[in-house]
């Protein structure tokens, strides 16, 4: 098969209850993960087995968002191996595995996609890009908002395409299956598959399902954010919705596009001549994130913490990157924190109460 | 090398967080807390001014150290490392001859070329001057490039004080060039031929004519607001005033999220900045 002249999209229709054997196909030659139910606590991306669930529509987020097996929770940067005459050995780890991350909803397509810009521009993190480079998406479209916490009409991630090499979307009994690279063409093969000459009148039945207003919605457009939210320096809405906060990071853990980390060395106790240096997830909620030798802390506070997050994904990476919101609005971190504490609501409340109001340290 | 099959991208570099091995040449004790490094690289490092470096031993961890000496054609790196934690403790142990990981030259620096005919004031606190020496050296050797440098350095006690004998043979060479004002808090009973003060006491005697003086400043944070003070005080811009910041920093290259002040990144636009770029930064001095 090849793409038609010009045409760099190729469409089909697939049959709703032939998906689940498509997944199933390709995870028998290719690591596939799929959002699968884990245990009461909800749905993770796990390997696609014959036995695996495999149903586009109804999970909620997962707890860890599908970018983050770009960048694991533990990554090893190097290994190395001391030798007693001559340098020791270095190996820088990269990993090339293919695999294909399917079932991904647009604001983790979203979040990938800006993940990728931080990590090409400047120096680029060639961790990061090896393993994305071989990594495949298959992406599938919302028509209803997963649960009260999410927002991504919001934060413009609803409508993200740019990145999947396949995006699905639900149509009463079947799927349309639109093909968006060479890579995606090659997944999209079988008999299952009927070519589709013409998408408009599916995508006009699908936005006709679409719920409207599809969740949360801020109450200024998300391009007026970045500028309202930089005055908001002494607000009293920190201190407002860090009372609860125990300062454990959790919200960092699981956003997508959450991704400082530690680096940590470990050597082998066993030999003491070989180890690793390995990157660890951290996060700017945690007390010590800016401390510095003699123990000054930058932002001993949680409020100029809760700060520091909430302005990076509205404010100083929209300036650095050009892009409105870096966060996408999954609500995955207002699900996990304990205190409940709703970026959704922090950002709200920056909005409607506007004006300074001098009270964080 | 690399346990690569596929490359993402032709211009990725794999190594990224590869360091490159060095000896150290020699180690002498500077203070009871700070020791002075010299290490050997396998090419000259190329650095400005300003710069650090990410210094690492196998197994136990890495850390952001200043470059202290000015550019050079040989192979050798300078550093003053204070014993402040886990790293450091290993490093004050080590003797010539052991192989250290250095990463780098990052960070913005100076640029020598600004300083080109101009006065120069270098104000100084602590382990502030390990730095600056970078900057003070290229200067003193190149007098007919540059116009005068004024090194204002203070630290807690005499005990405390780094680089003495370049400090004081700085101090006797000509006057018209040259000059060197060392302070102490207290002299905790120890000999000292130097002043006692804090380093923004001298400032507002300074003969300088504003316009074509440029001031660099490095020390513990507390410092900053004060002497920054003072300089506004003595009329000069704060486009002619460079602040080297410190922050936590993992990785050197704008990856780790540990250094950044608002939308910058402390260990790429940084750790040197002008000042007049990040005085509406807020968080940057506190
Ligand atoms: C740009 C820059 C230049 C520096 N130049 C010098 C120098 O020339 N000489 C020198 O002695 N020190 C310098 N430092 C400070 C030095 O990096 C820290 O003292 C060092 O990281 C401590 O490492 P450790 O493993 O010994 O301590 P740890 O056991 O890791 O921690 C001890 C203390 O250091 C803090 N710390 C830990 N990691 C870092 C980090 N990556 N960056 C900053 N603080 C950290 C901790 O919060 C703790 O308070 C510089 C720091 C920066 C950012
Ligand atoms: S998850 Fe909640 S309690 Fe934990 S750091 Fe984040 S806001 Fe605070
Ligand atoms: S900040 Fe919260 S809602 Fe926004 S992307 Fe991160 S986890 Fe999702
Ligand atoms: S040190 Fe890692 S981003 Fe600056």
């Known amino acids: 098969m090849s793409i038609k002249g010009g045409d760099s999209v190729r469409a089909f229709i697939i049959r709703k209850n032939a998906v689940s054997d498509w997944i199933k196909h390709l995870a028998r030659k290719n690591s596939v993960s799929f959002p699968q139910r884990a245990g009461h606590s909800g749905f993770r991306f796990k390997p696609v087995l014959e036995t695996s669930e495999i149903q586009f529509e109804h999970y909620r987020p997962t707890l860890a968002p599908p970018g983050k097996q770009l960048t694991p929770a533990r990554e090893v940067l190097f290994k190395y191996r001391k030798n007693a005459t001559a340098d020791p050995m270095l190996e820088s780890v990269l990993d090339s595995q293919a695999r294909v991350l399917a079932g991904v909803r647009p604001c983790d397509l979203k979040a990938i996609d800006l993940m990728d810009r931080v990590n090409r521009e400047g120096f680029s993190n060639p961790h990061y890009l090896t393993r994305r480079e071989n990594t495949v998406i298959i992406a599938h479209d919302c028509l209803q908002p997963c649960d009260a916490a999410c927002f991504c009409a919001a934060t413009g991630s609803l409508h993200w395409r740019a990145n999947a090499d396949v995006f699905l979307t639900s149509l009463d009994d079947e799927i349309l299956v639109e093909c968006l690279s060479e890579r995606g063409i090659a997944l999209a093969q079988g008999d299952h598959f009927t070519l589709c000459e013409n998408t408009e009148p599916h995508k006009k039945r699908a936005e006709a399902l679409r719920t409207q207003p599809f969740g949360r ?65 951290d996060g700017c909620m945690l007390p010590n994130f800016s401390e510095v030798a003699g123990g000054h802390n930058f932002r001993p506070h949680p409020a100029a913490r809760q700060r520091h997050r909430v302005k990076r994904k509205f404010e100083y990476l929209s300036q650095r990157f050009q892009e ?38 | 090398m690399c346990a690569m099959t596929h490359p993402a991208s032709p211009e990725l570099d794999p190594e990224l967080y590869l360091p490159r091995m060095a ?52 192979n050798i790196l300078e550093m003053v490392i204070r014993n402040a934690g886990s790293l450091t403790r290993v490093l004050h142990r080590l003797q010539p001859g052991a192989r250290v990981g250095i990463r780098g030259p990052f ?25 600056l020496r970078s900057l003070i050296q290229p200067i003193i050797a190149q007098p007919q490039r540059f116009g005068s440098i004024t090194i204002i350095s203070g630290c807690r006690t005499p005990a405390e004080e780094l680089y003495r004998d370049e400090l004081e043979s700085w101090s006797r060479m000509d006057q018209d060039k040259v000059s060197v004002i060392r302070l102490v808090d207290k002299t905790a009973n120890l000999p000292w031929n130097g002043k006692i003060g804090l380093v923004t006491a001298p400032i507002p005697d300074l003969k300088i004519n504003p316009a074509r003086t440029l001031v660099a400043l490095c020390g513990p ?56 770029r990040i005085e509406n930064l807020q968080e940057a001095l506190q």
């Not at chain 2, 396998?42 to 136990?60: A, E, T």
């Open chain 2, 221 to 276: 944070p507390v410092m900053y607001k004060f002497v920054l003070m003072e300089l506004k005080a003595l009329g000069i811009p704060n486009s002619q005033i460079f602040v080297d910041l410190e922050r936590r920093m993992k990785c050197g290259v704008g990856q780790c999220g540990h250094c950044q002040i608002n939308h910058v990144y402390c260990c790429q636009e940084g750790p040197v900045f002008r000042f007049d």
């Open chain 1, 324 to 361: 409105p919101g870096f966060c996408i609005g999954c609500g995955r971190c207002a699900r996990q924190c304990t205190a409940q504490i709703d970026i959704f609501s922090i950002v709200s409340d920056l909005v409607s109460q506007g004006e300074n109001d001098p009270c964080v340290p």
């Open chain 1, 217 to 281: 919605q801020f109450p200024v457009p998300l391009e007026q954010l970045p500028a309202i939210i930089a005055k908001q320096w002494q607000s009293r809405v920190w201190e407002k919705h860090v009372e609860h906060c125990f300062s454990c990071g959790s919200c960092n853990m699981v956003c997508p596009t959450c991704y400082c980390f530690n680096v940590v060395d470990d050597f082998n106790l066993a030999d003491g001549d070989s180890g690793t240096r390995t990157s660890t997830w």
């Open chain 2, 107 to 131: 960070g913005s620096g100076f640029h020598l070329d600004d300083f080109n005919g101009k006065d120069v004031v270098c104000i100084v606190g602590g382990l502030g001057l390990a730095p």
């Open chain 2, 23 to 74: 000896s150290v040449v020699a180690v002498e004790s500077m203070t009871a807390r700070e020791k002075f490094f010299k290490v050997e690289l396998s090419k000259p490092l190329g650095h400005r001014p300003g710069q650090f470096v990410m210094l690492s031993l196998l197994g136990i961890g890495e850390a952001p150290i200043s470059i202290s000496c000015g550019p050079r054609h040989d």
